[in-house]
């Protein structure tokens, strides 16, 4: 009974991983950090924001923690959504013939689950926010920039579904091995299910670290960036 219990659970966070993220983000990632840097080249306030005493590098951090909590935010449903079904599992009676009241216990969500969506959550839209601040600072009107990154989250969605089509048997094995570290939505299941991988973390925060830098460098070559 709690074997399969679980397994529903389970069930669950893949589910609402994959509507918060792949539907969601794939529409709405774009659009939240095409304006980020691309904004302000468009309206001419670029030149004056980095002669400002403030250096290029904690500019765009700004800009990334800005997109990463809009991001962080667009994607809190997941975590909220495990913990309605915690305490209702999506029964309702009438309570006095009029109100309608939870009816029955939620479902058994284990905390480990919760907590490795949730931080899996957080750098799946830390890793968003910082390939959406690339885009932005390469790109001269906003829409080259969402473009840009509809492309880029198009690729790794193909990604994922070769991932997916080699882990049934088919192609050899080590294509699996190479796509794998870009698999973003792999990773995210991988989070979902309780597990939080430090490896998989180490190489995701490296990746956002490495993005800033390559933003800072794109900034510089731009027209409109700083000489």
């Known amino acids: 009974f709690f074997s399969s219990r679980r397994r529903h659970t389970r069930s669950l966070c893949d589910w609402s ?3 918060c993220s792949s539907d969601l983000v794939m529409w709405v990632a774009p659009l939240l950090t095409m304006n980020l840097v691309a904004e302000d080249r468009r309206r001419g306030s670029w030149e004056l924001l980095v002669t400002s005493p403030t250096a290029l590098s904690d500019i765009l951090l700004g800009k990334f923690l ?3 909590t809009v991001l962080a935010t667009c994607l ?5 959504f495990l913990l309605v079904l915690s305490v209702w ?3 309702a009676a009438w ?3 009029w109100c309608p009241w939870p009816a029955g216990a939620g479902f058994d969500i284990e905390p480990g689950v919760l907590v490795g969506g949730t931080v899996g959550l957080l750098v799946f839209s830390g890793v968003l926010a910082a390939a959406g601040t690339l885009t932005s600072a390469w790109s001269r009107r906003p829409l080259m920039a969402a473009l840009a990154m509809a492309g880029w989250l198009g690729l790794l969605l193909v990604i994922t579904l070769a991932l997916q089509w080699l882990g049934d048997g088919r192609g050899p ?3 699996a091995e190479w796509l794998r570290p870009w698999g973003v939505w792999h990773h995210l299941a991988e989070y979902s299910r309780g597990a939080i991988p430090v ?3 180490a190489q995701q925060a490296a ?8 933003a800072q460098r794109t900034c510089r070559w731009v027209e409109g960036g700083p000489r």
């Open 199 to 201: 490896r998989r973390l």
């Open 76 to 80: 809190a449903p997941w975590p909220v």
């Open 95 to 97: 309570w006095g013939g």
């Open 207 to 214: 990746f956002i670290t490495a993005t800033l830098w390559l």
């Open 66 to 68: 800005a997109g990463w």
């Open 17 to 19: 991983s994959d509507v």
């Open 89 to 91: 599992n999506g029964r």
């Open 173 to 175: 094995a080590g294509w």
